[in-house]
């Protein structure tokens, strides 16, 4: 019993220390958008960058939406990312990347439709 508690604390501890985003499904999606996006660190200061994709409205991908969006940490830091408009449903979304104190800020962004 002991040894289950231990270890369901250390699963806690991995899930709340993971600094990926992870919404809605890429599970048989088309991939809409990848991007590697790489920023330099600031010193002593905490880097905060915005990206906006939208789909584009042509006729392949019209009536489509936005389905999943995934936010690899490159850097596996207390970074974080963030939906700060549109998202899932949308046609668009905003992400707000937040890099850690004095670290690079290094994501892999994927949006599904």
């Known amino acids: 019993m002991k040894l289950f508690i231990v270890g369901l604390l250390i699963t806690v501890i991995v899930i709340v220390e993971c600094s990926h985003t992870f919404m809605g499904t890429s599970v048989q999606r088309e991939l809409a958008f990848h991007k590697a996006v790489k920023y330099s660190a600031y010193l002593f200061q905490k880097r905060i960058e915005y990206l906006n994709v939208t789909i584009p409205n042509n006729r392949l991908q019209y009536g489509r939406y936005i389905t999943g969006i995934l936010a690899y940490d490159l850097t596996n830091s207390g970074a974080s990312t963030n939906v700060t408009a549109g998202g899932l449903?949308?046609?668009?979304?905003?992400?707000?990347?937040?890099?850690?104190?004095?670290?690079?800020?290094?994501y892999d962004i994927y949006v599904y439709i």
């Open 89 to 106: 449903g949308y046609t668009f979304v905003n992400l707000r990347m937040k890099s850690d104190r004095g670290k690079d800020l290094r």
